[in-house]
């Protein structure tokens, strides 16, 4: 397309190629976001230290939040599904739900965080995406750098949306069938794709409109039942399995075991409810609100305090569990 010239420097190429913060997982840094920096990028002690806060919050969000509600989703998803009931296969999904994001966010910001480091600016990769309104706001919001390259080289190369409308859903559904198909060749993560990509183009026919029009939190739930409802496919061993699942989370049943059972196998206890609260907090602009608003212009000096103390905590959480999932590896 001619947007950005070739580079003929050969230690700049290697440098783009073996960075770490883009390499194999992400975020997926263009070499468009970076060229300038390769030549020329400022590296200041703000810079660095900015950096280091960043990675200890994603480290915080890896380990602290996402490990603890892996334990839970993992515990719930290796059960027979007949064995559970309503209310397991709900805290199950939603625990997964919490886990996903925060590996996937977690891992970004590390990411982000070691790029600033070394004096690189990369672009955000996840902006609050269990706050949206609709599935579109949602992919705007989500995995920014993979769902912007599709965008950009799959959906737009199509025609986008310049053409008919029956030409659009089709380039939607397209791009969809290969954001699923990218995460892992499997049935589930087709379905995945695609049952996101109807209710993008069911929102394009009018419903997102008439969304519009309700209540606020009533366009949060939508959004967050149908996410919810695809991480099942995202989550679950095959296709059959899935909708077994998605069975007993719409048609009650009391399964197997009781919730004491439940309460008491798989610790939801008050250390689950703090980090619970903590995942609440940290999926919504809140934090940011508290940092910017009472941390930095009243109480500044509490800021490298609570920053040291919350890496104390996850290395701890480190040193005294081997139980570590990394998931955003596997796709």
Same mark, same amino acid.
């Given at each position: ?38 030549? #020329?990028?400022? =590296? ?5 230290? @900015? /950096? ?5 919050? $994603? *480290?915080? !969000? ?32 939603? #625990?997964?739900? =919490? ?5 996937? @966010? /977690? ?5 982000? $965080? *070691?790029? !600033? ?215």
């Amino acid at each position: 397309r001619g947007h950005i010239k070739a580079n003929h420097n050969f230690l700049d190429f290697a440098t783009y190629v073996c960075l770490f913060p883009q390499l194999v997982a992400g975020p997926i840094v263009r070499y468009s976001s970076i060229h300038k920096q390769l030549k #020329s990028r400022e =590296i200041t002690k703000e810079k660095f230290v @900015s /950096g280091i806060r960043r990675f200890i919050v $994603g *480290l915080a !969000k890896k380990v602290l939040i996402a490990n603890t509600f892996a334990t839970i989703a993992d515990s719930i998803f290796s059960h027979e599904v007949n064995e559970l009931s309503t209310v397991f296969v709900w805290v199950g999904i939603i #625990s997964y739900s =919490i886990q996903i994001y925060f590996d996937f @966010s /977690g891992y970004s910001d590390m990411a982000i $965080g *070691l790029g !600033k480091m070394f004096g690189f600016d990369f672009p955000e990769n996840f902006n609050f995406p269990y706050i949206s309104k609709n599935i579109r706001e949602f992919w705007q919001r989500w995995h920014i750098s993979l769902s912007t390259w599709f965008r950009d080289y799959v959906y737009i190369s199509l025609g986008g949306n310049r053409r008919s409308n029956l030409r659009t859903y089709i380039n939607l559904y397209t791009v969809f069938f290969v954001t699923g198909l990218w995460h892992g060749a499997s049935w589930n993560f087709i379905f995945w794709g695609l049952f996101h990509g109807t209710f993008l183009v069911i929102e394009r026919t009018g419903l997102g409109k008439k969304l519009q029009k309700v209540w606020a939190p009533i366009q949060h739930l939508y959004t967050l039942l149908v996410v919810i409802v695809g991480w099942v496919f995202f989550r679950a061993e095959d296709l059959g399995t899935a909708f077994l699942y998605l069975k007993r989370m719409f048609w009650y049943s009391s399964g197997n075991m009781t919730l004491n059972s439940y309460l008491s196998f798989f610790h939801f206890n008050s250390h689950t409810l703090f980090f619970l609260l903590a995942a609440i907090i940290f999926s919504m602009p809140t934090s940011q609100i508290i940092e910017q608003r009472v941390i930095i212009h009243k109480i500044n000096w509490l800021k490298p305090i609570y920053l040291l103390i919350l890496f104390g905590l996850t290395i701890t959480y480190l040193s005294a569990d081997s139980y570590n999932p990394f998931i955003y590896f596997r796709f």
